[in-house]
């Protein structure tokens, strides 16, 4: 009994199961699994959730590498793939099938299980952050009370993968790249921490449902609240960006400097997965920022000012960027600003990263950390005023930072490293 | 301190600098040609016109070839394979046609009416095969290739392109210029194949010897 108390206790702390989406979602279409034994009807719920998220989430990557090669190729003035199916929307599926009939090669000196585990590490963890995003009211697969503090512990999981990847392989390029990553990812994790802080400070829940509850309308969202959590979110985009290892901080996949980075010896199917982990985590990412800072579920326009039945309502609801469609549609555009800073932004050195992080990022994330807890004591909870002055410091800021500030800041910019600094902070 | 801001500031303005140039990038319509679906951008002025004398495909008139086997000795690579019979001595099938290279770098082929060596200031007529009787002036003609008598049957002509190296000495020592390297799109370069075995052209054709030739050449035969 005292066991059994304890797993109440616990399960009580992560999971509000009496809110979740599933178990509605069962109480009102099949009432009869309602009946079974306890642990069994969660457990067919639980399987439910799985079957439909694993079979929804990798279609994404799917779409995202084709939307990744539209994008490049439009920017770079060609036109991408355009043979398989019209415009080439069945590459990624015909990729996907080559991928699969590839022969599925194991370095012989590498270590067998490490190299195997690897990919499905790397796989599930990726996926598991999708359990806790909000993409409307009541389509969430868990809805834990600690949703950020999760997606945060599962995605950092997401190095032990590289790191096992990079090792298993026995290859200078694979270790070399997942060493790169692994110091990349721990550094970035910092400012992603401290500005997912900053939110959690304003809203005083992890509960990812209660986040965006408060952001009715747009100047409820998170990144309008206060001057601070503005700055915020570009530092927790910017952070995100490195922490998906993806340009311009692609270091550990560096391909004119490691090949691949560290799956430079995967081939066919293992390396599809960690293809689709890639792309599932960029979606996830942004998906969270959205959510975090840019109102999640809710749209631009408060939800009462708006219809909410039959087919108007959800349109309305859409284009006012609200609802399941409405997050799809912020996670999707953030998404494309990555790919397009990826054709825009040329690689960073090591060294140029690891500044970035620690002498940029973190400080100015702890600067935002005591200006949100200030901006706090001065204004009461939520109230109109303090979201009015907030916007109106926000737009002074940046017309001051842009118009004025720029011509003198524009001068006194620190000159490029010397070759002989470089060659120091390199060995250092 | 000064400087730390303005990395700060500049990092923000070069990145916003770059996205906006690579966003109206973004917007261009792309300059990809889909080449052979979409094969418009020919019609464009700044697309060459192939020189004239491009060695391109390698092709054979047929009929005026009178079997000397001079291409299939020269080639280097021994891309072309004939196979003849002799005639009877003192036999011939029919005449080459003339080739009539005119100063303008075009040539005419068909058979000169009357003497093969025109005199200057006259005009020349000359039975083509497909396009009647053409006329000029003596003076735009630069040389004549003159008839020769076909005296082989041609049992097999073959040229093996995938091994052509496009040195074009076959298209040299040709003594009727039957033997010709196309120097067009259409017909010169785009004929590439999913199989090597369809590069292997064929050009003798048997049949032409069961029919009796036209009259003209029978005519001729029979002097």
Same mark, same amino acid.
């Given at each position: ?121 790397? @796989? !599930?963890?990726? *996926?598991?952050?999708?359990? %806790?995003?909000? &993409?409307?009211? =009541?389509?969430?697969?868990?809805? +834990? ?125 293992? @390396? !599809?997965?960690? *293809?689709?982990?890639?792309? %599932?985590?960029? &979606?996830?990412? =942004?998906?969270?920022?959205?959510? +975090? ?126 070759? !002989? ?8 | ?223």
């Amino acid at each position: 009994m005292p066991l059994g108390l304890q797993f109440e206790n616990l399960h009580q702390f992560f999971v509000q199961s009496s809110e979740s989406w599933a178990q509605r979602f069962v109480q009102d279409h099949a009432p009869v699994l309602t009946h079974l034994p306890a642990p069994l009807g969660e457990l067919v719920i639980m399987l439910a959730c799985c079957v439909i998220f694993v079979a929804v989430v990798p279609l994404l990557p799917l779409g995202l590498v084709l939307a990744e090669r539209k994008v490049s190729a439009h920017i770079q003035d060609r036109v991408g793939p355009m043979r398989v199916g019209p415009h080439g929307i069945l590459q990624t599926l015909a990729d996907g099938v080559k991928l699969i009939f590839k022969e599925d090669h194991i370095p012989r000196e590498g270590d067998k299980f490490l190299f195997v585990a690897s990919p499905y590490i790397i @796989f !599930a963890c990726s *996926f598991a952050v999708f359990a %806790a995003i909000p &993409f409307d009211k =009541s389509i969430l697969v868990s809805e +834990l009370n600690i949703g950020i503090f999760y997606i945060m512990a599962i995605s950092s999981v997401i190095v032990m993968g590289v790191i096992m990847a990079g090792w298993a392989s026995n290859s200078k390029w694979s270790l070399l790249g997942a060493m790169r990553s692994a110091a990349q990812i721990v550094s970035y994790e910092i400012p992603l921490g401290l500005c997912i802080l900053t939110v959690v400070m304003l809203v005083q829940s992890l509960n990812m449902q209660d986040i965006v509850t408060g952001q009715d309308g747009i100047a409820n969202w998170l990144i309008f609240r206060t001057p601070f959590t503005f700055v915020a979110f570009f530092v927790f985009f910017i952070s995100a960006i490195a922490e998906v290892n993806r340009t311009p901080f692609d270091l550990p996949e560096a391909e004119s400097e490691l090949v691949a980075g560290f799956h430079t010896e995967y081939s066919g199917m293992r @390396f !599809a997965l960690f *293809f689709i982990a890639e792309y %599932a985590n960029m &979606f996830a990412v =942004s998906a969270i920022a959205a959510t +975090l800072f840019l109102g999640g579920w809710h749209g631009i326009v408060p939800a009462e000012m708006l219809p909410q039945a039959g087919i108007l309502g959800f349109v309305l609801k859409t284009i006012t960027l609200g609802g399941l469609l409405g997050v799809a549609i912020k996670t999707l555009l953030l998404v494309f600003v990555m790919m397009w800073l990826r054709w825009t932004l040329p690689r960073l050195r090591v060294d140029q990263l690891m500044n970035l992080c620690w002498k940029y990022f973190i400080p100015i994330s702890f600067f935002n950390i005591l200006g949100v807890g200030i901006w706090g004591l001065i204004f009461p909870k939520d109230s109109m005023l303090s979201i009015i002055i907030s916007i109106a410091v926000i737009i002074l800021g940046l017309i001051f930072t842009f118009g004025v500030l720029g011509r003198s800041l524009s001068k006194g910019a620190e000159p490029p490293p010397s070759s !002989a600094e470089r060659r120091i902070s390199a060995t250092t | 301190m000064r400087h730390y801001f303005s990395n700060i500031y500049l990092g923000l303005y070069t990145a916003l600098v770059g996205m906006r140039i690579t966003f109206k990038q973004f917007l261009r319509p792309s300059v990809t040609h889909q080449y052979p679906y979409d094969r418009s951008f020919e019609q464009k002025k700044n697309i060459r016109e192939i020189p004239k004398g491009y060695r391109g495909k390698l092709h054979n008139r047929i009929e005026d070839c009178i079997g000397c086997k001079k291409c299939e000795l020269i080639c280097p690579v021994d891309c072309i394979t004939i196979t003849t019979q002799k005639l009877p001595k003192g036999e011939r099938l029919w005449d080459s046609m003339n080739v009539v290279h005119l100063k303008n770098r075009t040539e005419i082929v068909g058979n000169i009416e009357g003497d093969e060596k025109p005199a200057s200031n006259t005009t020349v007529a000359i039975q083509t095969r497909d396009e009647g009787t053409v006329t000029v002036s003596s003076e735009e003609i630069a040389n004549i290739v003159e008839r020769k008598p076909v005296i082989f049957y041609l049992d097999q002509f073959d040229i093996d392109m995938s091994l052509c190296m496009y040195c074009g000495l076959c298209t040299e020592v040709c003594p009727t210029e039957c033997l010709i390297m196309y120097d067009n799109l259409s017909d010169g370069i785009e004929y590439s194949t999913f199989d090597r075995t369809d590069l292997i052209y064929e050009f003798a054709k048997p049949e032409m010897y069961d029919q009796p030739a036209d009259e003209s050449t029978e005519a001729e035969a029979a002097d």
